[in-house]
């Protein structure tokens, strides 16, 4: 199993919510390109005839390379497009290492012209919670505290209030979570890494990860999270995200006090009215 196993996963994903929108998105940005998983996903969908120019773009230019097509290099916390210049910015497990999520949502928003639209999948709190737990433990028994050696992930019960903050309509968050097994859980550390996914955080914990730590913390996560087959659980939680630029042809909500019809009319029951305080003695 490559490393990039999740990214091609969400690739995957996103297509497949691609697919069921009936319209074509005449130039699109995949943010967080990597290694072009959704460019190869797409290019095995029906959907593809749909998306026009695709510009691949990430903020390593390795990453980048020997690939045909437009790419552009560029950091997700400031990007370089016009506004209202954009159909479609997908963005597969790359915003969870943003600094600040919200402004970042708030740049793809600005970017895409109106009615475009973002689909974008990034890490969940739940992610590597066994690890997390570990390594923690770990630290407890053998430093007497714990610091910072797992990054941060979204809340994913909050994950639609970002898309909220951000200026987005029709907001629409859901979860997966993915369970990898392992042989041991220093083959998990090698797939992070292989993935780039290892803790860039500054304020972290200022004692190194010692041999003695790992070693520990492997202990500790074979004897938690061993599987009946043997092998050691990493769970990974995936949050997927889709939005709309705002524009006038969506779908509004009604104003307060317009409905046309009861609601115990709709539900087919017999409303009761609630006494009032002068009618209770």
Known sequence: MAADFLQRRCALD??????????????????????????????DSPAAERVGTLIEADLSPAMLAGRDGPRLVL????LP??????DLIV???????????VGALIQIRQALKPDGLFLGALLGGSTLTELRQALTDAESEILGGAGSRVSPFADSRD??????RAGFALPVADVDRVSVSYDHPL???????QMGETNVLADRHPR???????????EIYAERFTGPDGRVTATFEIVTLTGWAPHASQPQPLQPGSARMRLADALGTVEHRLPRDRDVE
């Open 75 to 78: 950091d997700e916390e400031r």
């Open 159 to 164: 994950a639609a209030g970002l898309l909220q």
């Open 187 to 193: 083959k998990l550390l090698a797939d992070l890494r």
């Open 81 to 86: 497009f016009a506004p209202a210049s954009l």
């Open 91 to 101: 963005s597969t497990l790359g915003l969870h290492w943003t600094n600040d999520v």
């Open 14 to 43: 996103l297509i497949e919510r691609l697919e069921g929108i009936m319209r074509n998105f005449p130039r699109a940005v995949d943010l967080s390109a990597r290694g072009g998983a959704f460019r190869e996903a797409l290019a």
């Open 208 to 218: 190194p990860l010692t041999r003695r730590l790992l070693g520990r913390a492997s």
